[in-house]
């Protein structure tokens, strides 16, 4: 198992560029998460999933969108970067949201560094 | 409100003291879970141990333990006998119980072990 992959690991973006984070897990989990962290912060929820073809917001949604049209992908993307989505970028993902998923944590991805000048 | 608090930006101590990181936590939900995550400077979340609401024992695991109270809503962490290899950012999150199972998390706590 590769667990959750993020590609890129880094990206530099010009303001008003477009990007996709990829994000993919292989564990056959149904919940699946995108969260930013910035510098000296803590990590807030951009966009989640709760299964293939259902997505909702999170704390943070603006200026993203997402897309979950299988299990195992879950692409972020950035339609008009802008200096304020510098971050680091994590990807995370669940098993069932029943009680099992409380004794498994967030598996997460090792996240992807977007700077945006 | 559905929160968490971790007011300790950063600390700083010398290997081999001990240390605790404090972790409060708001939550309208009778049963809920708590989480505590290590973030290396390498940059990965690393997860260090699940608590649920039924659950107050203390929990030891080596040189670190989780001290739950509900009296107080708090979730601290210490880490006995500090290590270099501590250094990190941690993380206290709160599991929120609706639908969605979201991770709320605090704004993290800097360790600095120093030599």
């Known amino acids: 198992n590769a667990g959750v992959t993020q590609t890129p690991k880094f990206r530099i973006l010009k303001i008003g560029q477009s990007m996709t984070l990829q994000c993919a897990q292989d564990m056959n989990h149904n919940y699946m998460y995108w969260y930013r962290q910035d510098p000296g912060m803590g990590l807030k929820l951009i966009y989640y999933s709760v299964g293939a073809g259902i997505t909702d917001k999170g704390e943070v949604p603006n200026g993203y969108n997402v897309s979950r049209s299988t299990t195992e992908d879950f692409p972020l993307r950035l339609e008009l970067a802008a200096p304020s989505q510098t971050s680091v970028y994590f990807c995370a993902s669940s098993p069932e949201g029943g009680r099992s998923s409380y004794n498994s944590p967030l598996h997460f991805g090792n996240g992807t560094r977007l700077t945006v000048t | 409100a559905q929160k968490v608090t971790q007011a300790q930006t950063e600390i700083s101590v010398v290997e081999k003291e001990d240390v605790t990181l404090d972790c409060v936590y708001e939550?309208?939900?009778?049963?809920?879970?708590l989480f505590w995550y290590k973030q290396p400077p390498s940059g990965e979340l690393v997860f260090l141990i699940r608590?649920?609401?039924?659950?107050?024992q203390n929990e030891i695991s080596g040189r670190y333990s989780w001290n739950f109270q509900k009296s107080t809503s708090s979730f601290n962490f210490t880490i006995t006998a500090s290590q270099v290899v501590d250094s990190a950012v941690y993380f206290c999150a709160l599991l929120l119980m609706d639908s969605s199972y979201k991770l709320i998390f605090g704004s993290g706590t800097r360790l600095l072990v120093r030599p």
């Open positions: 608590r649920n609401s039924f659950d107050e």
């Open positions: 939550t309208r939900d009778t049963t809920y879970y």
